[in-house]
């Protein structure tokens, strides 16, 4: 039998928002992972190349996975709220998962612009087993609430990002408050060019654990 994959509209505080669920691979979920994608004014959407390998990765995992466009993308209501209403949006999302999958541990992960928003809204969140932040864009600075963070963080980073180079990545890293780690990929670029591969691995890996 084939997966399971599903459209939906999700009520935000914005308007609707566009999302697809997707079943495991195999089997019944063991997790519910909310993914979400890079910056909107810079083309992001939740069929980005690199947010496509996160939900892969995941749902190998056994994880059902829901991605969503933020406000003001693809058919999604409202305009771009620099942040601040993304993280709303992605609360709307996950709470609309929870209630779909009430027993379910969460895993949130997302791609730059969406790891800064998936580490706002689960950090303290006691149904979050895990962070997993891909391409932080480090070049732009800590955020401070990380250094109290005691929700478990992988962060997932290229070796060659020019959002975040590895000096960069390191600077922020001593900020950030355990249980963390940091898994570098060997890729050409801020997208993991050459290196998909390794990095759906390494969320595999992850979303097993």
């Given at each position: 039998m084939a997966r399971k994959i599903e459209t939906h509209f999700i009520a935000g505080p914005a308007g609707r928002l566009e999302a697809l669920l997707e079943e495991p691979e195999h089997g019944?979920?063991?997790?519910?992972?909310?993914?979400?994608?890079?910056?909107?004014?810079?083309?992001?959407?939740?069929?980005?190349?690199?947010?496509?390998?996160?939900?892969?990765?995941?749902?190998?995992?056994?994880?059902?996975?829901?991605?969503?466009?933020?406000?003001?993308?693809?058919?999604?209501?409202?305009?771009?709220?620099?942040?601040?209403?993304?993280?709303?949006?992605?609360?709307?999302?996950?709470?609309?998962?929870?209630?779909?999958?009430?027993?379910?541990p969460v895993i949130l992960a997302g791609f730059s612009f969406g790891s800064i928003v998936i580490l706002k809204l689960g950090c303290g969140l006691a149904e979050v087993k895990r962070l997993i932040a891909v391409g932080f864009p480090a070049k732009y600075g800590r955020l401070d609430f990380l250094a109290h963070c005691a929700t478990p963080k992988l962060f997932i980073h290229s070796t060659h990002d020019e959002h975040g180079s590895v000096d960069q990545m390191e600077e922020v890293l001593v900020t950030v408050s355990g249980p963390k780690r940091i898994h570098w990929i060997a890729a050409q670029d801020h997208f993991f060019a050459g290196a998909l591969d390794e990095l759906e691995k390494a969320v595999f890996r992850a979303g097993e654990d």
């Open positions: 019944p979920p063991e997790h519910a992972a909310l993914v979400c994608h890079p910056h909107p004014l810079y083309g992001g959407t939740m069929h980005n190349k690199v947010v496509y390998r996160l939900a892969r990765g995941l749902r190998r995992a056994e994880s059902v996975v829901l991605r969503f466009n933020f406000r003001g993308v693809g058919l999604s209501e409202g305009f771009h709220d620099y942040g601040i209403g993304e993280v709303e949006d992605a609360r709307a999302c996950l709470d609309w998962l929870r209630e779909r999958y009430p027993a379910l």
